[in-house]
């Protein structure tokens, strides 16, 4: 009964590959993030999802891109993978108030060799 | 621009005593919510305590409580008690505007609770 689940939870792989990162909840949420954590602990908002809808692109390189088939997902694809792309990734969800917490996934940790 | 500071990159306490962890902001907004979240070694993220920017009490949770201050914007989380399972990295967000309130972070505050 996991509210905010990805995967994979570890993700290892070559330059220059492709790799995609599921997200799901099951909490009924209209608001789906991605969120990026480097190697200094450092949190960024990478995209922001309502309703299927993106409502943020916080200056990510192209080569991520987001696919919400419903609500209740929230991939995240990324080609020609780089070396600076080596991080946590996090997923969360809110519902669509200001006053609420986000819940978070439990992180997916990709290293690109 | 929006801007989150937490000034203290690593902070000791004992078992049980009280810790504060420092948290200034700077936003255009006129109404926001304050949020802590916690993130222990093993990696996930645990959501602590919320202000709003509204509220005329200061927010607690358990040993967990808000010194908020809003003209001086800080919003310090002060830790009652400590435990050794407080030690993990803490941070403090403010929701982005148009954003579909995504959380902007501080750069964190290393917690070691010593014996």
């Known amino acids: 009964d996991t509210a905010v689940s990805q995967t994979p939870k570890y993700l290892v792989t070559q330059m220059g590959n492709d790799k995609s990162i599921k997200c799901e909840q099951n909490l009924g949420h209209d608001t789906m993030y991605w969120y990026k954590q480097d190697s200094k602990k450092f949190l960024k908002i990478m995209f922001s999802?309502?309703?299927?809808?993106?409502?943020i692109n916080e200056t990510v390189p192209n080569r991520f891109s987001p696919k919400s088939p419903d609500k209740a997902h929230l991939n995240l694809h990324i080609n020609s993978l780089e070396l600076g792309d080596s991080a946590v990734y996090f997923c969360a969800s809110s519902q669509d108030l200001l006053y609420n917490e986000q819940f978070f996934g439990p992180g997916t940790r990709l290293t690109v060799l | 621009a929006q801007k989150i500071t937490q000034t203290q990159p690593g902070m000791f306490v004992q078992e049980k005593e009280a810790v504060t962890l420092d948290c200034t902001y700077d936003t255009s907004d006129q109404s926001y919510g304050l949020f802590w979240y916690k993130q222990p070694s093993s990696g996930e993220m645990i959501f602590l305590i919320y202000?709003?920017?509204?509220?005329?009490q200061n927010a607690t949770e358990g040993r967990y409580s808000l010194n908020f201050q809003k003209a001086r914007k800080s919003a310090n989380l002060v830790i009652s008690a400590s435990q050794l399972g407080d030690s993990a990295m803490y941070f403090c967000?403010?929701?982005?505007?148009?954003?579909?309130?995504?959380?902007?972070f501080g750069k964190g505050t290393s917690l070691l609770v010593t014996p």
């Open positions: 999802y309502n309703n299927k809808e993106l409502i």
């Open positions: 967000a403010i929701p982005l505007p148009n954003s579909g309130y995504a959380l902007n």
């Open positions: 202000q709003g920017s509204y509220d005329e």
